[in-house]
């Protein structure tokens, strides 16, 4: 018989999701910092808009970063809490020298395109697992996502 742990989900399945939410933490560490690194280093004509707009998204990214961690332990699991370990398991890049309104919110779309993919495949795996928790945590940060890359795009041109 198999092992389930108190949410009513096979243990085993279990680690499978928190290896991908461990996944998704380390993109979103790497994606983090890059917003970190835009919102200080941004120069230029729209420099106030995207100031602001990055500490807006920086602000976020740090919340699901902690709702994502919180989650893998509510599924019995560690989550992923070096950096070493985040950049070496991210397929988000850290981006250096960046400071053009062009690149930044270049890099932004990318690494946000990158995070909603690795969302996806999450939502794919905690809807075989029927796990409801993951599944609302990750379907309401996909729809930020989402409009935040139209926001993005829109600036873009």
């Known amino acids: 018989m198999e092992s389930h742990n108190e949410l009513g ?9 928190a290896v ?6 380390a993109n979103y560490h790497v994606y983090y910092q890059n917003l970190r690194a835009f919102h200080w280093n941004i120069k230029g004509g729209n ?12 602000t976020e990214a740090f919340e699901t970063i902690d709702e994502i961690a919180e989650r893998i332990l509510t599924l ?16 988000v890049q850290e981006r250096k020298g960046l400071s ?12 946000i395109g990158q ?21 609302g945590l990750i379907s309401d940060d996909l729809n930020a996502l ?5 926001m993005l795009n829109a600036f873009q041109g």
Request: no cysteine.
């Open 9 to 17: 989900l096979a243990r085993r399945d279990t680690k499978d999701l």
């Open 47 to 58: 420099f106030f808009a995207l100031h602001a707009k990055f500490e807006e998204l920086y």
């Open 76 to 91: 019995r699991h560690t989550p992923m809490h070096s950096f070493s370990d985040f950049l070496a398991t991210s397929t």
């Open 115 to 135: 995070i909603i993919q690795l969302e996806r495949d999450v939502l794919a795996l905690a809807a075989e697992l029927d796990d409801e928790g993951t599944q």
């Open 20 to 25: 991908k939410l461990n996944e998704l933490l």
């Open 100 to 111: 053009s309104d062009v690149d930044t919110v270049a890099a932004t779309v990318e690494n």
């Open 146 to 150: 989402e409009k935040n890359l139209w």
